[in-house]
Nanobody
Framework: QVQLVESGGGLVQAGGSLRLSCAASGRTFSNYAMGWSRQAPGKEREFVAAISWSGATTKHANSVKGRFTISRDNAKNTVYLQMNSLKPEDTAVYYC????????????????WGQGTQVTVSS
């Protein structure tokens, strides 16, 4: 298994930026497709972004496309979510996730999840 620990969440004003980090440990990081999802109170968990093993292939949800960028650094066992132009509707708990034995995975049923980090965007 892998363990995922998110960091970088916090409170930011609308229009601001945050960079979330997800540090992975355990099995070889590069063997996992990685993603970010989020869940707001009372809402279903929502796919945000995904990235392939190599980082060459990415996908971003339409709601964040052009504002958020997923990336990974396999040498550091870390995946990032750069969030720019944040909106109040981006407020959610953001979860890092891993899908094993998959080159690229852009759905929401991942194998492993981090504990989440809260992102709150004020008006």
């Amino acid at each position: 298994q892998v363990q995922l620990v998110e960091s970088g969440g916090g409170l930011v004003q609308a229009g601001g930026s945050l960079r979330l980090s997800c540090a992975a440990s355990g099995r070889t990081f590069s063997n996992y497709a990685m993603g970010w999802s989020r869940q707001a109170p009372g809402k279903e968990r929502e796919f945000v972004a995904a990235i392939s093993w190599s980082g060459a292939t990415t996908k971003h949800a339409n709601s964040v496309k052009g504002r958020f960028t997923i990336s990974r650094d396999n040498a550091k066992n870390t995946v990032y979510l750069q969030m720019n132009s944040l909106k109040p509707e981006d407020t959610a708990v953001y979860y890092c996730a891993a899908k094993q034995y998959t080159f690229y995975y852009d759905r929401n049923d991942y194998d492993y999840w981090g504990q989440g980090t809260q992102v709150t965007v004020s008006s």
